[in-house]
């Protein structure tokens, strides 16, 4: 089984100001990743595929990059609705499907 | 537009079996896609139970051991869960979403279903 981990478990940034996450793979996924969000009570909304591509209607403020074991997600200047929590997981090794364990991104 | 809607009971009593089913709309199961379960305990992070394929190929993942059953049924378009023997472990939000057979990333979810365990 692959583990995702991802860092940091919070992260604090003020509004406009920009956001790096990190989600590291145990073993190479290639470029088979993917980034989610998710809002309180909200199912995960899909970000980012083959860890650089903006899925359908997500604004260009969220970039996605890294390949193999290491990967980043940047928004480049937080708006309000972008404080949730985001969770990172691989497809090119599966079953089992696995996710990071999220970070949350809250209002500094 | 595509649409998944969980429903099921509840609340199930330890040791039973949990059952949810979640109906597929505005996209056919027979549409080349998986169809998955992903659950998520309170405050807790998201893990992937398992999957099928409109053919009826499943797979899930080990550490729920072979307390897993997923069917589908093309029909009705919808796919089906079942966990038996469950514990206060298995108390979290069920998911069904749909992702790609060679890009298995998931693209469309339902609203979440929350199932607790208890007696």
């Known amino acids: 089984e692959i583990v995702m981990t991802q860092s940091p478990a919070t992260l604090s940034v003020s509004p406009g100001e920009r956001a790096t996450l990190s989600c590291r793979a145990s073993?190479?996924?290639?470029?088979?990743f993917a980034w989610y969000q998710q809002k309180p009570g909200q199912a995960p909304r899909l970000l980012i595929y083959?860890?650089?591509t903006r899925a359908t209607g997500i604004p260009a403020r969220f970039n996605g990059s890294g390949s193999g074991t290491e990967f980043t997600l940047t928004i480049s200047s937080l708006q309000s609705e972008d404080f949730a929590v985001y969770y990172c997981?691989?497809?090119?090794?599966?079953?089992?499907?696995?996710f990071g364990g999220g970070t949350k991104v809250e209002i500094k | 537009q595509v649409q998944l809607q969980e429903s099921g009971p509840g609340l199930v009593k330890p040791s039973e079996t949990l059952s949810l089913t979640c109906t597929v709309s505005?996209?056919?199961?027979?549409?080349?896609?998986?169809w998955g379960w992903i659950r998520q305990p309170p405050g807790k992070g998201l893990e992937w139970i398992g999957c099928?394929?409109?053919?009826?190929?499943?797979y899930h993942n080990p550490s729920l051991k072979s307390r897993v059953t997923i069917s589908v049924d093309t029909y009705k378009n919808h796919l089906s869960l079942m966990l038996t023997s469950v514990t206060a472990a298995d108390t979290a939000v069920y998911y069904c979403?749909?992702?790609?057979?060679?890009?298995?990333?998931?693209?469309?979810w339902g609203q979440g279903a929350l199932v607790t365990v208890s007696s």
């Open positions: 979403a749909r992702f790609g057979y060679s890009d298995s990333f998931f693209d469309y």
């Open positions: 505005g996209f056919s199961i027979n549409g080349g896609y998986y």
């Open positions: 099928i394929y409109h053919s009826g190929t499943t």
């Open positions: 073993q190479s996924v290639s470029s088979n």
């Open positions: 083959g860890a650089s």
């Open positions: 997981q691989q497809y090119n090794n599966w079953p089992p499907l696995t």
